[in-house]
């Protein structure tokens, strides 16, 4: 278990830590996925207004349930941390930052939660100003299946 304090990370290092608890490199290259979707949907390109609104909204989507995964799995990854040391992390992309910021003690459960709320609100928020079965269908998406989530103390 990584046992370099929460305090040690602060301004952009802080900032690295939650952009690599929403593996914000994997999620970026995420982003085709809706906009070829939107695409092929539509025939055409949408506004420029809905495009913009659009990607900030697949970001935001994609940003939160990164960074929900890890949440559901904190436990289970403090257990892997501590039976098998940290990751090598030189070939993944994941990781660039760090691998799972908070089962190392990187960043705060608190804080982790807090992230993952306000990106979960803009998304919602993007989703519905979008159509409102999109906040839909991102809840549904979103949710973990029973069997894999850890209630935390």
């Given at each position: 278990m990584n046992t370099v304090s929460v305090k040690n990370y602060q301004?952009?290092?802080q900032l690295k830590l939650f952009l690599a608890l929403s593996r914000t490199h994997h999620g970026i290259l995420d982003l085709a996925t809706p906009c070829v979707g939107a695409?092929?949907?539509l025939g055409n390109l949408p506004s420029a207004g809905v495009i913009g609104l659009g990607l900030a909204t697949a970001f935001a989507g994609y940003t939160a349930v990164y960074a929900l995964?890890?949440?559901?799995?904190?436990?289970?990854?403090?257990?892997?941390i501590s039976h098998s040391g940290e990751w090598d992390s030189s070939k993944d992309l994941d990781a660039v930052y760090a691998?799972?910021?908070?089962?190392?003690?990187?960043?705060s459960l608190k804080k982790g939660i807090a992230w993952t709320?306000?990106?979960?609100?803009?998304a919602l928020v993007?989703?519905?100003?979008?159509n409102p079965v999109c906040a839909l269908i991102f809840l549904i998406a979103s949710c973990p299946s029973t069997h894999s989530i850890t209630l935390y103390p």
């Open positions: 301004g952009l290092a695409l092929l949907w995964n890890d949440l559901v799995d904190y436990r289970s990854d403090q257990e892997k691998r799972h910021p908070l089962a190392q003690g990187l960043l709320v306000a990106w979960t609100i803009l993007g989703a519905y100003l979008l």
